[in-house]
Each structure stands twice: as structure tokens, then as C-alpha cells.
């Protein structure tokens, strides 16, 4: 009798000391496999990874397999871990060779307006001009003048003149055939000009009266007043 309750001591401490198989862990393993198998490193950071690496972890502790899915799961949870940080995105480093790289910029320094044009020089002209200084008339015009006796204008006002040369070419710029030009100036512009007709007179046939000598000039009438710019007056031409 004590022999055979010993006997089915001892046989019920082993019956209760084997442990169990676990089917479960054979399922995650092949399906890891199979996964990574399939997706590459993607497979590591899909959400099916995550449930695999929960059901390793959840394996009972009375399996035969727990230690072996401990170890797996610890090895897929690495694995996402560096494939995560690989795909982390890093600020890109500036270009080599950039001055201006790490620099900080204030407010642009402004820019001068580039310089106005200089006005085109048109030259000198041609004939004066009222209200011409004297000075630039001289310039210009004085080879043609020579200086006439001081006058007046127009109500008393102090005038000097200059008087145009009786030479062909300044006759033929400046003057008016068969008449003498004065230039006006005043207050150190020029004011106007007066023409003086010299044009012959026809008188006629001789007669027996006393008259004036032979080669007197015949009257040449009034003086003729122009302003420059004016149109001169009836039976008057510029010369050509």
C-alpha cells in the first residue's frame, strides 16, 4: 500500500512539472517571416510588426516557447527602432562653398538712383536771340560787330549798340540787303535791332534847279525797328 502511494506521489509531481507547447508562437514567427519577407525594412514599421511583437510578449510563461519568443520580440522591437531613426528627416547642411551661410541679414542697404543724363549740347545758334547776354553775343557774333555810340529805347532806357560789319559773308548771315543792322543791348541783353535802309532812289531826268552835288546819297527814309524773332516788315527780305 505505501508503495503505491508513493508511486502516485511522485507520478503527479512530474505531471505537474511538464510544460506546455505553444502553437501561438509558431503562428507569429512564420508570419514575421513572412512579412519581412515581403515588405523589406517597411515591414519593421508597419502596424502587423506591432501585433506580432505583442503576441511574442504575450506567450504564456508555462510554454515551452516563451523563451525563444522573448528573444525574437526583443529583436523585431530593435529592428523598428532603426529603421525609424533612419527615416527621421535631417536638416540639410548649406551648400560648401556658400558666403553666405550662417549670416544674418539686416535691412538691404538702399542703392543711389543712377545719375540724370547730361543735357545734349545743341550747339550755338545761329542768329542771336532776344534777351541774349552780351557776353555769348560777343562770343558768337562779335568777329561780325563792331561797338556803336550808347542810345536809348523805348522810354529814354540807356542803350549800347554794336553795328554789323559791312563784310559780304556776315551780310549774308546777320544782315539785310541794302541796309545797316544795329543790335541793341539793354541792361546787358539784347533788346532789338534797327534796320536803316540805303537803297537808292530813282529821281528822275535831270533838271535845271539847284539840287544836291553829284554823288549824294538820296534820303533813305526812317529807320526800321525789329525784335528778333519777329517777322520784319513788308518790302523787307533776310539775305539769303
Request: proline share 14%; hydrophobic share 35%; glycine share 10%.
Amino acid at each position: 500500500m505505501r508503495l503505491v502511494l508513493l508511486l502516485c506521489v511522485m507520478t503527479g509531481l512530474l505531471s505537474g512539472c511538464r510544460k506546455k507547447t505553444s502553437a501561438e508562437f509558431y503562428k507569429l514567427d512564420g508570419a514575421q517571416s513572412v512579412l519581412i519577407a515581403r515588405d523589406g525594412d517597411d515591414a519593421y514599421v508597419s502596424p502587423e510588426m506591432d501585433t506580432i511583437i505583442a503576441g511574442l510578449q504575450a506567450v504564456p510563461d508555462d510554454a515551452v516557447e516563451k523563451p525563444r519568443a522573448i528573444e525574437l520580440a526583443t529583436k523585431l522591437a530593435s529592428e523598428k527602432a532603426r529603421v525609424a531613426a533612419q527615416r527621421v528627416p535631417k536638416a540639410a547642411p548649406p551648400p560648401q562653398g556658400d558666403p553666405f551661410a550662417g549670416r544674418v541679414f539686416g535691412a538691404p542697404t538702399p542703392v543711389a538712383p543712377p545719375p540724370e543724363p547730361a543735357p545734349i549740347d545743341a550747339g550755338d545758334p545761329d542768329q542771336p536771340s532776344a534777351g541774349m547776354d552780351e557776353k555769348t553775343f560777343e562770343r558768337i557774333f562779335g568777329t561780325c560787330f563792331t561797338k556803336g555810340p550808347d542810345t536809348t529805347a523805348e522810354r529814354g532806357v540807356p542803350a549800347k549798340t554794336k553795328l554789323l560789319k559791312n563784310s559780304p559773308d556776315c551780310q549774308k548771315r546777320l544782315g539785310t540787303p541794302g541796309a545797316t543792322t544795329t543790335y541793341l543791348f539793354v541792361d546787358g541783353g539784347v533788346w532789338g535791332t534797327i534796320v536803316e535802309t540805303r537803297t537808292p532812289v530813282d529821281a528822275g531826268p535831270p533838271v535845271l534847279i539847284p539840287g544836291p552835288p553829284p554823288g549824294a546819297a538820296p534820303d533813305a527814309g526812317e529807320p526800321i525797328l525789329t525784335i528778333p524773332g519777329a517777322p520784319l516788315p513788308d518790302g523787307y527780305q533776310k539775305a539769303p
